[in-house]
């Protein structure tokens, strides 16, 4: 038994499966599929963060903005954003709309995992969390205006509080998001019974069943990875903040003691007597 893909002449592929028994002739089965690459191969995307990354990194998808058209009407672009437990997003920042514009997003689909807004990194029970956008495109200028060579989308996220190290900064790794075109397949379609498909990905559930996933390669195969240095307290400098910790709580001790105490022994009495007031030591 031997499985191909064949390369269609449409933008939607095929699973070809191909059986022979004996000497008989081969017989062919074809199963549409769910997932399959972007024939476009100029159409490319990379992931960086601005810098420095500081307390808010801000994820960045590069496109270019000459091939950034949809292969078909009914395709919408999208992003699903994998993060480790030191980041996380704050999906109430995500509603307002002109927020969304400002940074070419069109919505906030889906959120999972630890998005528990005010946890630190190391009360988080679960590995990180993820994210389903749905991306904005450029719009045809019509002749208008200057054209814009690349097309930026900007995620802003936020830093849990970490562990303390030396030197004062930590090493966090973030792996590169898939970026992929949803579109609506074909009436009559079938795409249940294709035993070749690729499942739990982490998104495919979040669409109907009669979406199909056209992927848009990465820029760079060598790696998908992204290594960011995030500030965090620094362990060759915490002896000052705890000698300083306890000088202030002994100062403020020694002073309240002063206050309470400063009049015991030397205390006045007033003592009314016919009138007269007089005051006794």
């Not at 672009?77 to 070419?104: A, E, G, M, R, V």
């Not at 988080?124 to 002749?143: D, H, K, T």
Request: glycine letters at 8%; one cysteine or more.
């Amino acid at each position: 038994m031997k499985h191909r893909v064949r390369c269609p002449t449409s933008p939607f592929s095929f699973s070809t499966l191909k059986l022979t028994f004996g000497p008989t002739e081969p017989t062919q089965f074809q199963t549409p599929a769910r997932h399959y690459p972007l024939f476009d191969v100029a159409q490319t995307y990379t992931t960086s963060f601005n810098t420095p990354t500081g307390l808010h990194p801000v994820l960045k998808l590069s496109f270019p903005s000459s091939t950034l058209t949809p292969p078909d009407s009914t395709c919408k672009l999208h992003t699903h954003i994998t993060l480790p437990s030191p980041l996380f997003i704050d999906k109430y920042q995500f509603s307002d709309s002109l927020f969304l514009s400002s940074h070419n997003l069109v919505s906030l689909r889906s959120i999972s995992g630890a998005t528990d807004l005010e946890a630190p990194d190391w009360a988080v029970p679960q590995w990180g969390s993820a994210a389903l956008f749905e991306l904005g495109i450029p719009r045809s200028s019509g002749g208008k205006g200057k054209a814009v060579s690349e097309w930026n989308v900007t995620v802003p996220l936020h830093l849990r509080y970490m562990p303390a190290a030396e030197g004062g900064f930590a090493r966090v790794p973030v792996a590169w998001p898939v970026v992929f075109w949803a579109c609506r397949a074909e009436e009559g379609t079938k795409m249940s019974v294709n035993p070749f498909d690729r499942i739990h990905l982490g998104y495919e559930a979040l669409f109907g069943p009669r979406t199909r996933f056209m992927h848009v390669p990465p820029g760079r195969a060598d790696s998908l990875v992204e290594w960011i240095n995030v500030p965090v307290l620094d362990l060759n400098k915490t002896a000052w903040v705890e000698f300083g910790t306890i000088g202030v709580v002994v100062v403020a001790f020694l002073g309240l003691c002063w206050v309470l105490f400063r009049n015991i022994g030397g205390r006045k009495t007033v003592v009314e007597d016919g009138g007269k007031t007089k005051k006794v030591q």
